[in-house]
């Protein structure tokens, strides 16, 4: 089986000689017929020209140039979209990954799993970028139902027929497991090294993880409600229009009692804030419950049907 390691690079060109010498001195001794996919997101020093240089040299590695930085899952799926192998691996440039995990991941995958995430069990990360990423993770697992330790590791393994069946766009690169174990795939983790960065600097800041829990909660809606948007936005709809309409049904009984049988002492139901907020739950819930039966318009004319289910494997007719 060939393997496609894809591997983003953005402004790495100091690393890139040594990584690409590493992954080739362990897929030699392991025997393995793997293809080194650089993908080029944009970057501004001498990336570019580098990567050149390896593809000359080495036929087993291949680039691609982006015109300017559109961000992590762009380029693995641009990546995803020519490899060749039956298993992909990601790995990110900065040499933090070590390249002498592979064997080990190929190991894991074995014949049970079909995704195997990498776990920095040892982190050597700053405590302002370790603790914050704990607290994520933890988010993670208790929205989606998948909990591992570090789902936003950069080295990863899994089947060809995951990267097909995934979309990434935004920053949904760090859900490839989350979104595969909702489509069925088996997923596992394993602990890996991780080494001390020695080039360069981290990409990431206080914006990733503002970014990273409103990607939490897209991939939680399309893992729970992507085929059937209307049972979320329905359910929140009909909690709002169902307190707006008792609301307005007690204004309305006390009215009575007032005007009609005059038990309750003559008073303005205009002025009181219940009122308004009845009126306003009740506009509130329509609204939502119409967004819901849109959203269903758009899944049930625009979806595909390949999108709801995936085929493990199928029998051989008859002959």
Not at 58 to 84: E, H, S, Y
Not at 224 to 240: D, E, K, T, V
Not at 295 to 300: F, G, I, P, Q, R
Request: proline share 4%; hydrophobic share 45%.
């Amino acid at each position: 089986m060939q393997l496609s390691i894809i591997i983003p690079v953005l402004n790495e060109a100091e690393s890139l000689r040594e990584l690409h010498a590493q992954i080739r001195q362990v897929t030699s001794t392991a025997n393995l017929d793997a293809e080194i996919i650089f993908v080029d997101d944009g970057s501004r020093d001498e990336s570019w020209a580098i990567i050149a240089g390896l593809s000359a040299a080495d036929a087993n590695v291949r680039g691609i140039r982006f015109r300017r930085n559109f961000g992590k899952a762009a380029a693995l799926t641009a990546g995803f979209k020519i490899a060749r192998g039956d298993l992909i691996m990601t790995l990110d440039a900065d040499l933090q990954d070590d390249p002498a995990e592979i064997p080990h991941f190929l190991e894991r995958l074995g014949t049970k799993f079909d995704v195997v995430n990498g776990w920095k069990e040892r982190r050597l990360d700053p405590w302002h970028k370790v603790y914050p990423s704990k607290v994520f993770n933890w988010l993670v697992g208790r929205l989606t139902g998948l909990s591992l330790h570090d789902h936003n590791c950069g080295i990863k393994l899994f089947r060809a027929q995951v990267a097909r069946e995934i979309r990434l766009y935004g920053e949904l690169h760090r859900f490839i497991p989350v979104l595969a174990h909702a489509r069925g795939f088996r997923v596992a983790e394993l602990a890996v090294h991780h080494r001390p960065r020695q080039f360069g600097h981290s990409k990431y800041g206080f914006r990733r993880f503002t970014r990273g829990f409103l990607d939490l909660l897209t991939v939680a809606f399309l893992i729970s409600y992507r085929q059937r948007p209307q049972h979320m936005l329905g359910a929140i709809g009909l909690a709002f229009f169902g307190t707006g309409c008792l609301g307005l049904t007690y204004l309305a009984f006390v009215w009575i009692m007032m005007n009609v049988f005059g038990l309750v002492t003559p008073a303005p139901i205009g002025g009181r804030p219940l009122l308004a907020y009845s009126i306003a739950a009740t506009l509130l819930g329509g609204q939502a419950i119409s967004l819901g039966l849109l959203a269903e318009l758009v899944v049930h004319y625009a979806s595909r049907d390949s999108d709801a289910y995936s085929i493990a494997e199928t029998t051989t007719p008859p002959v």
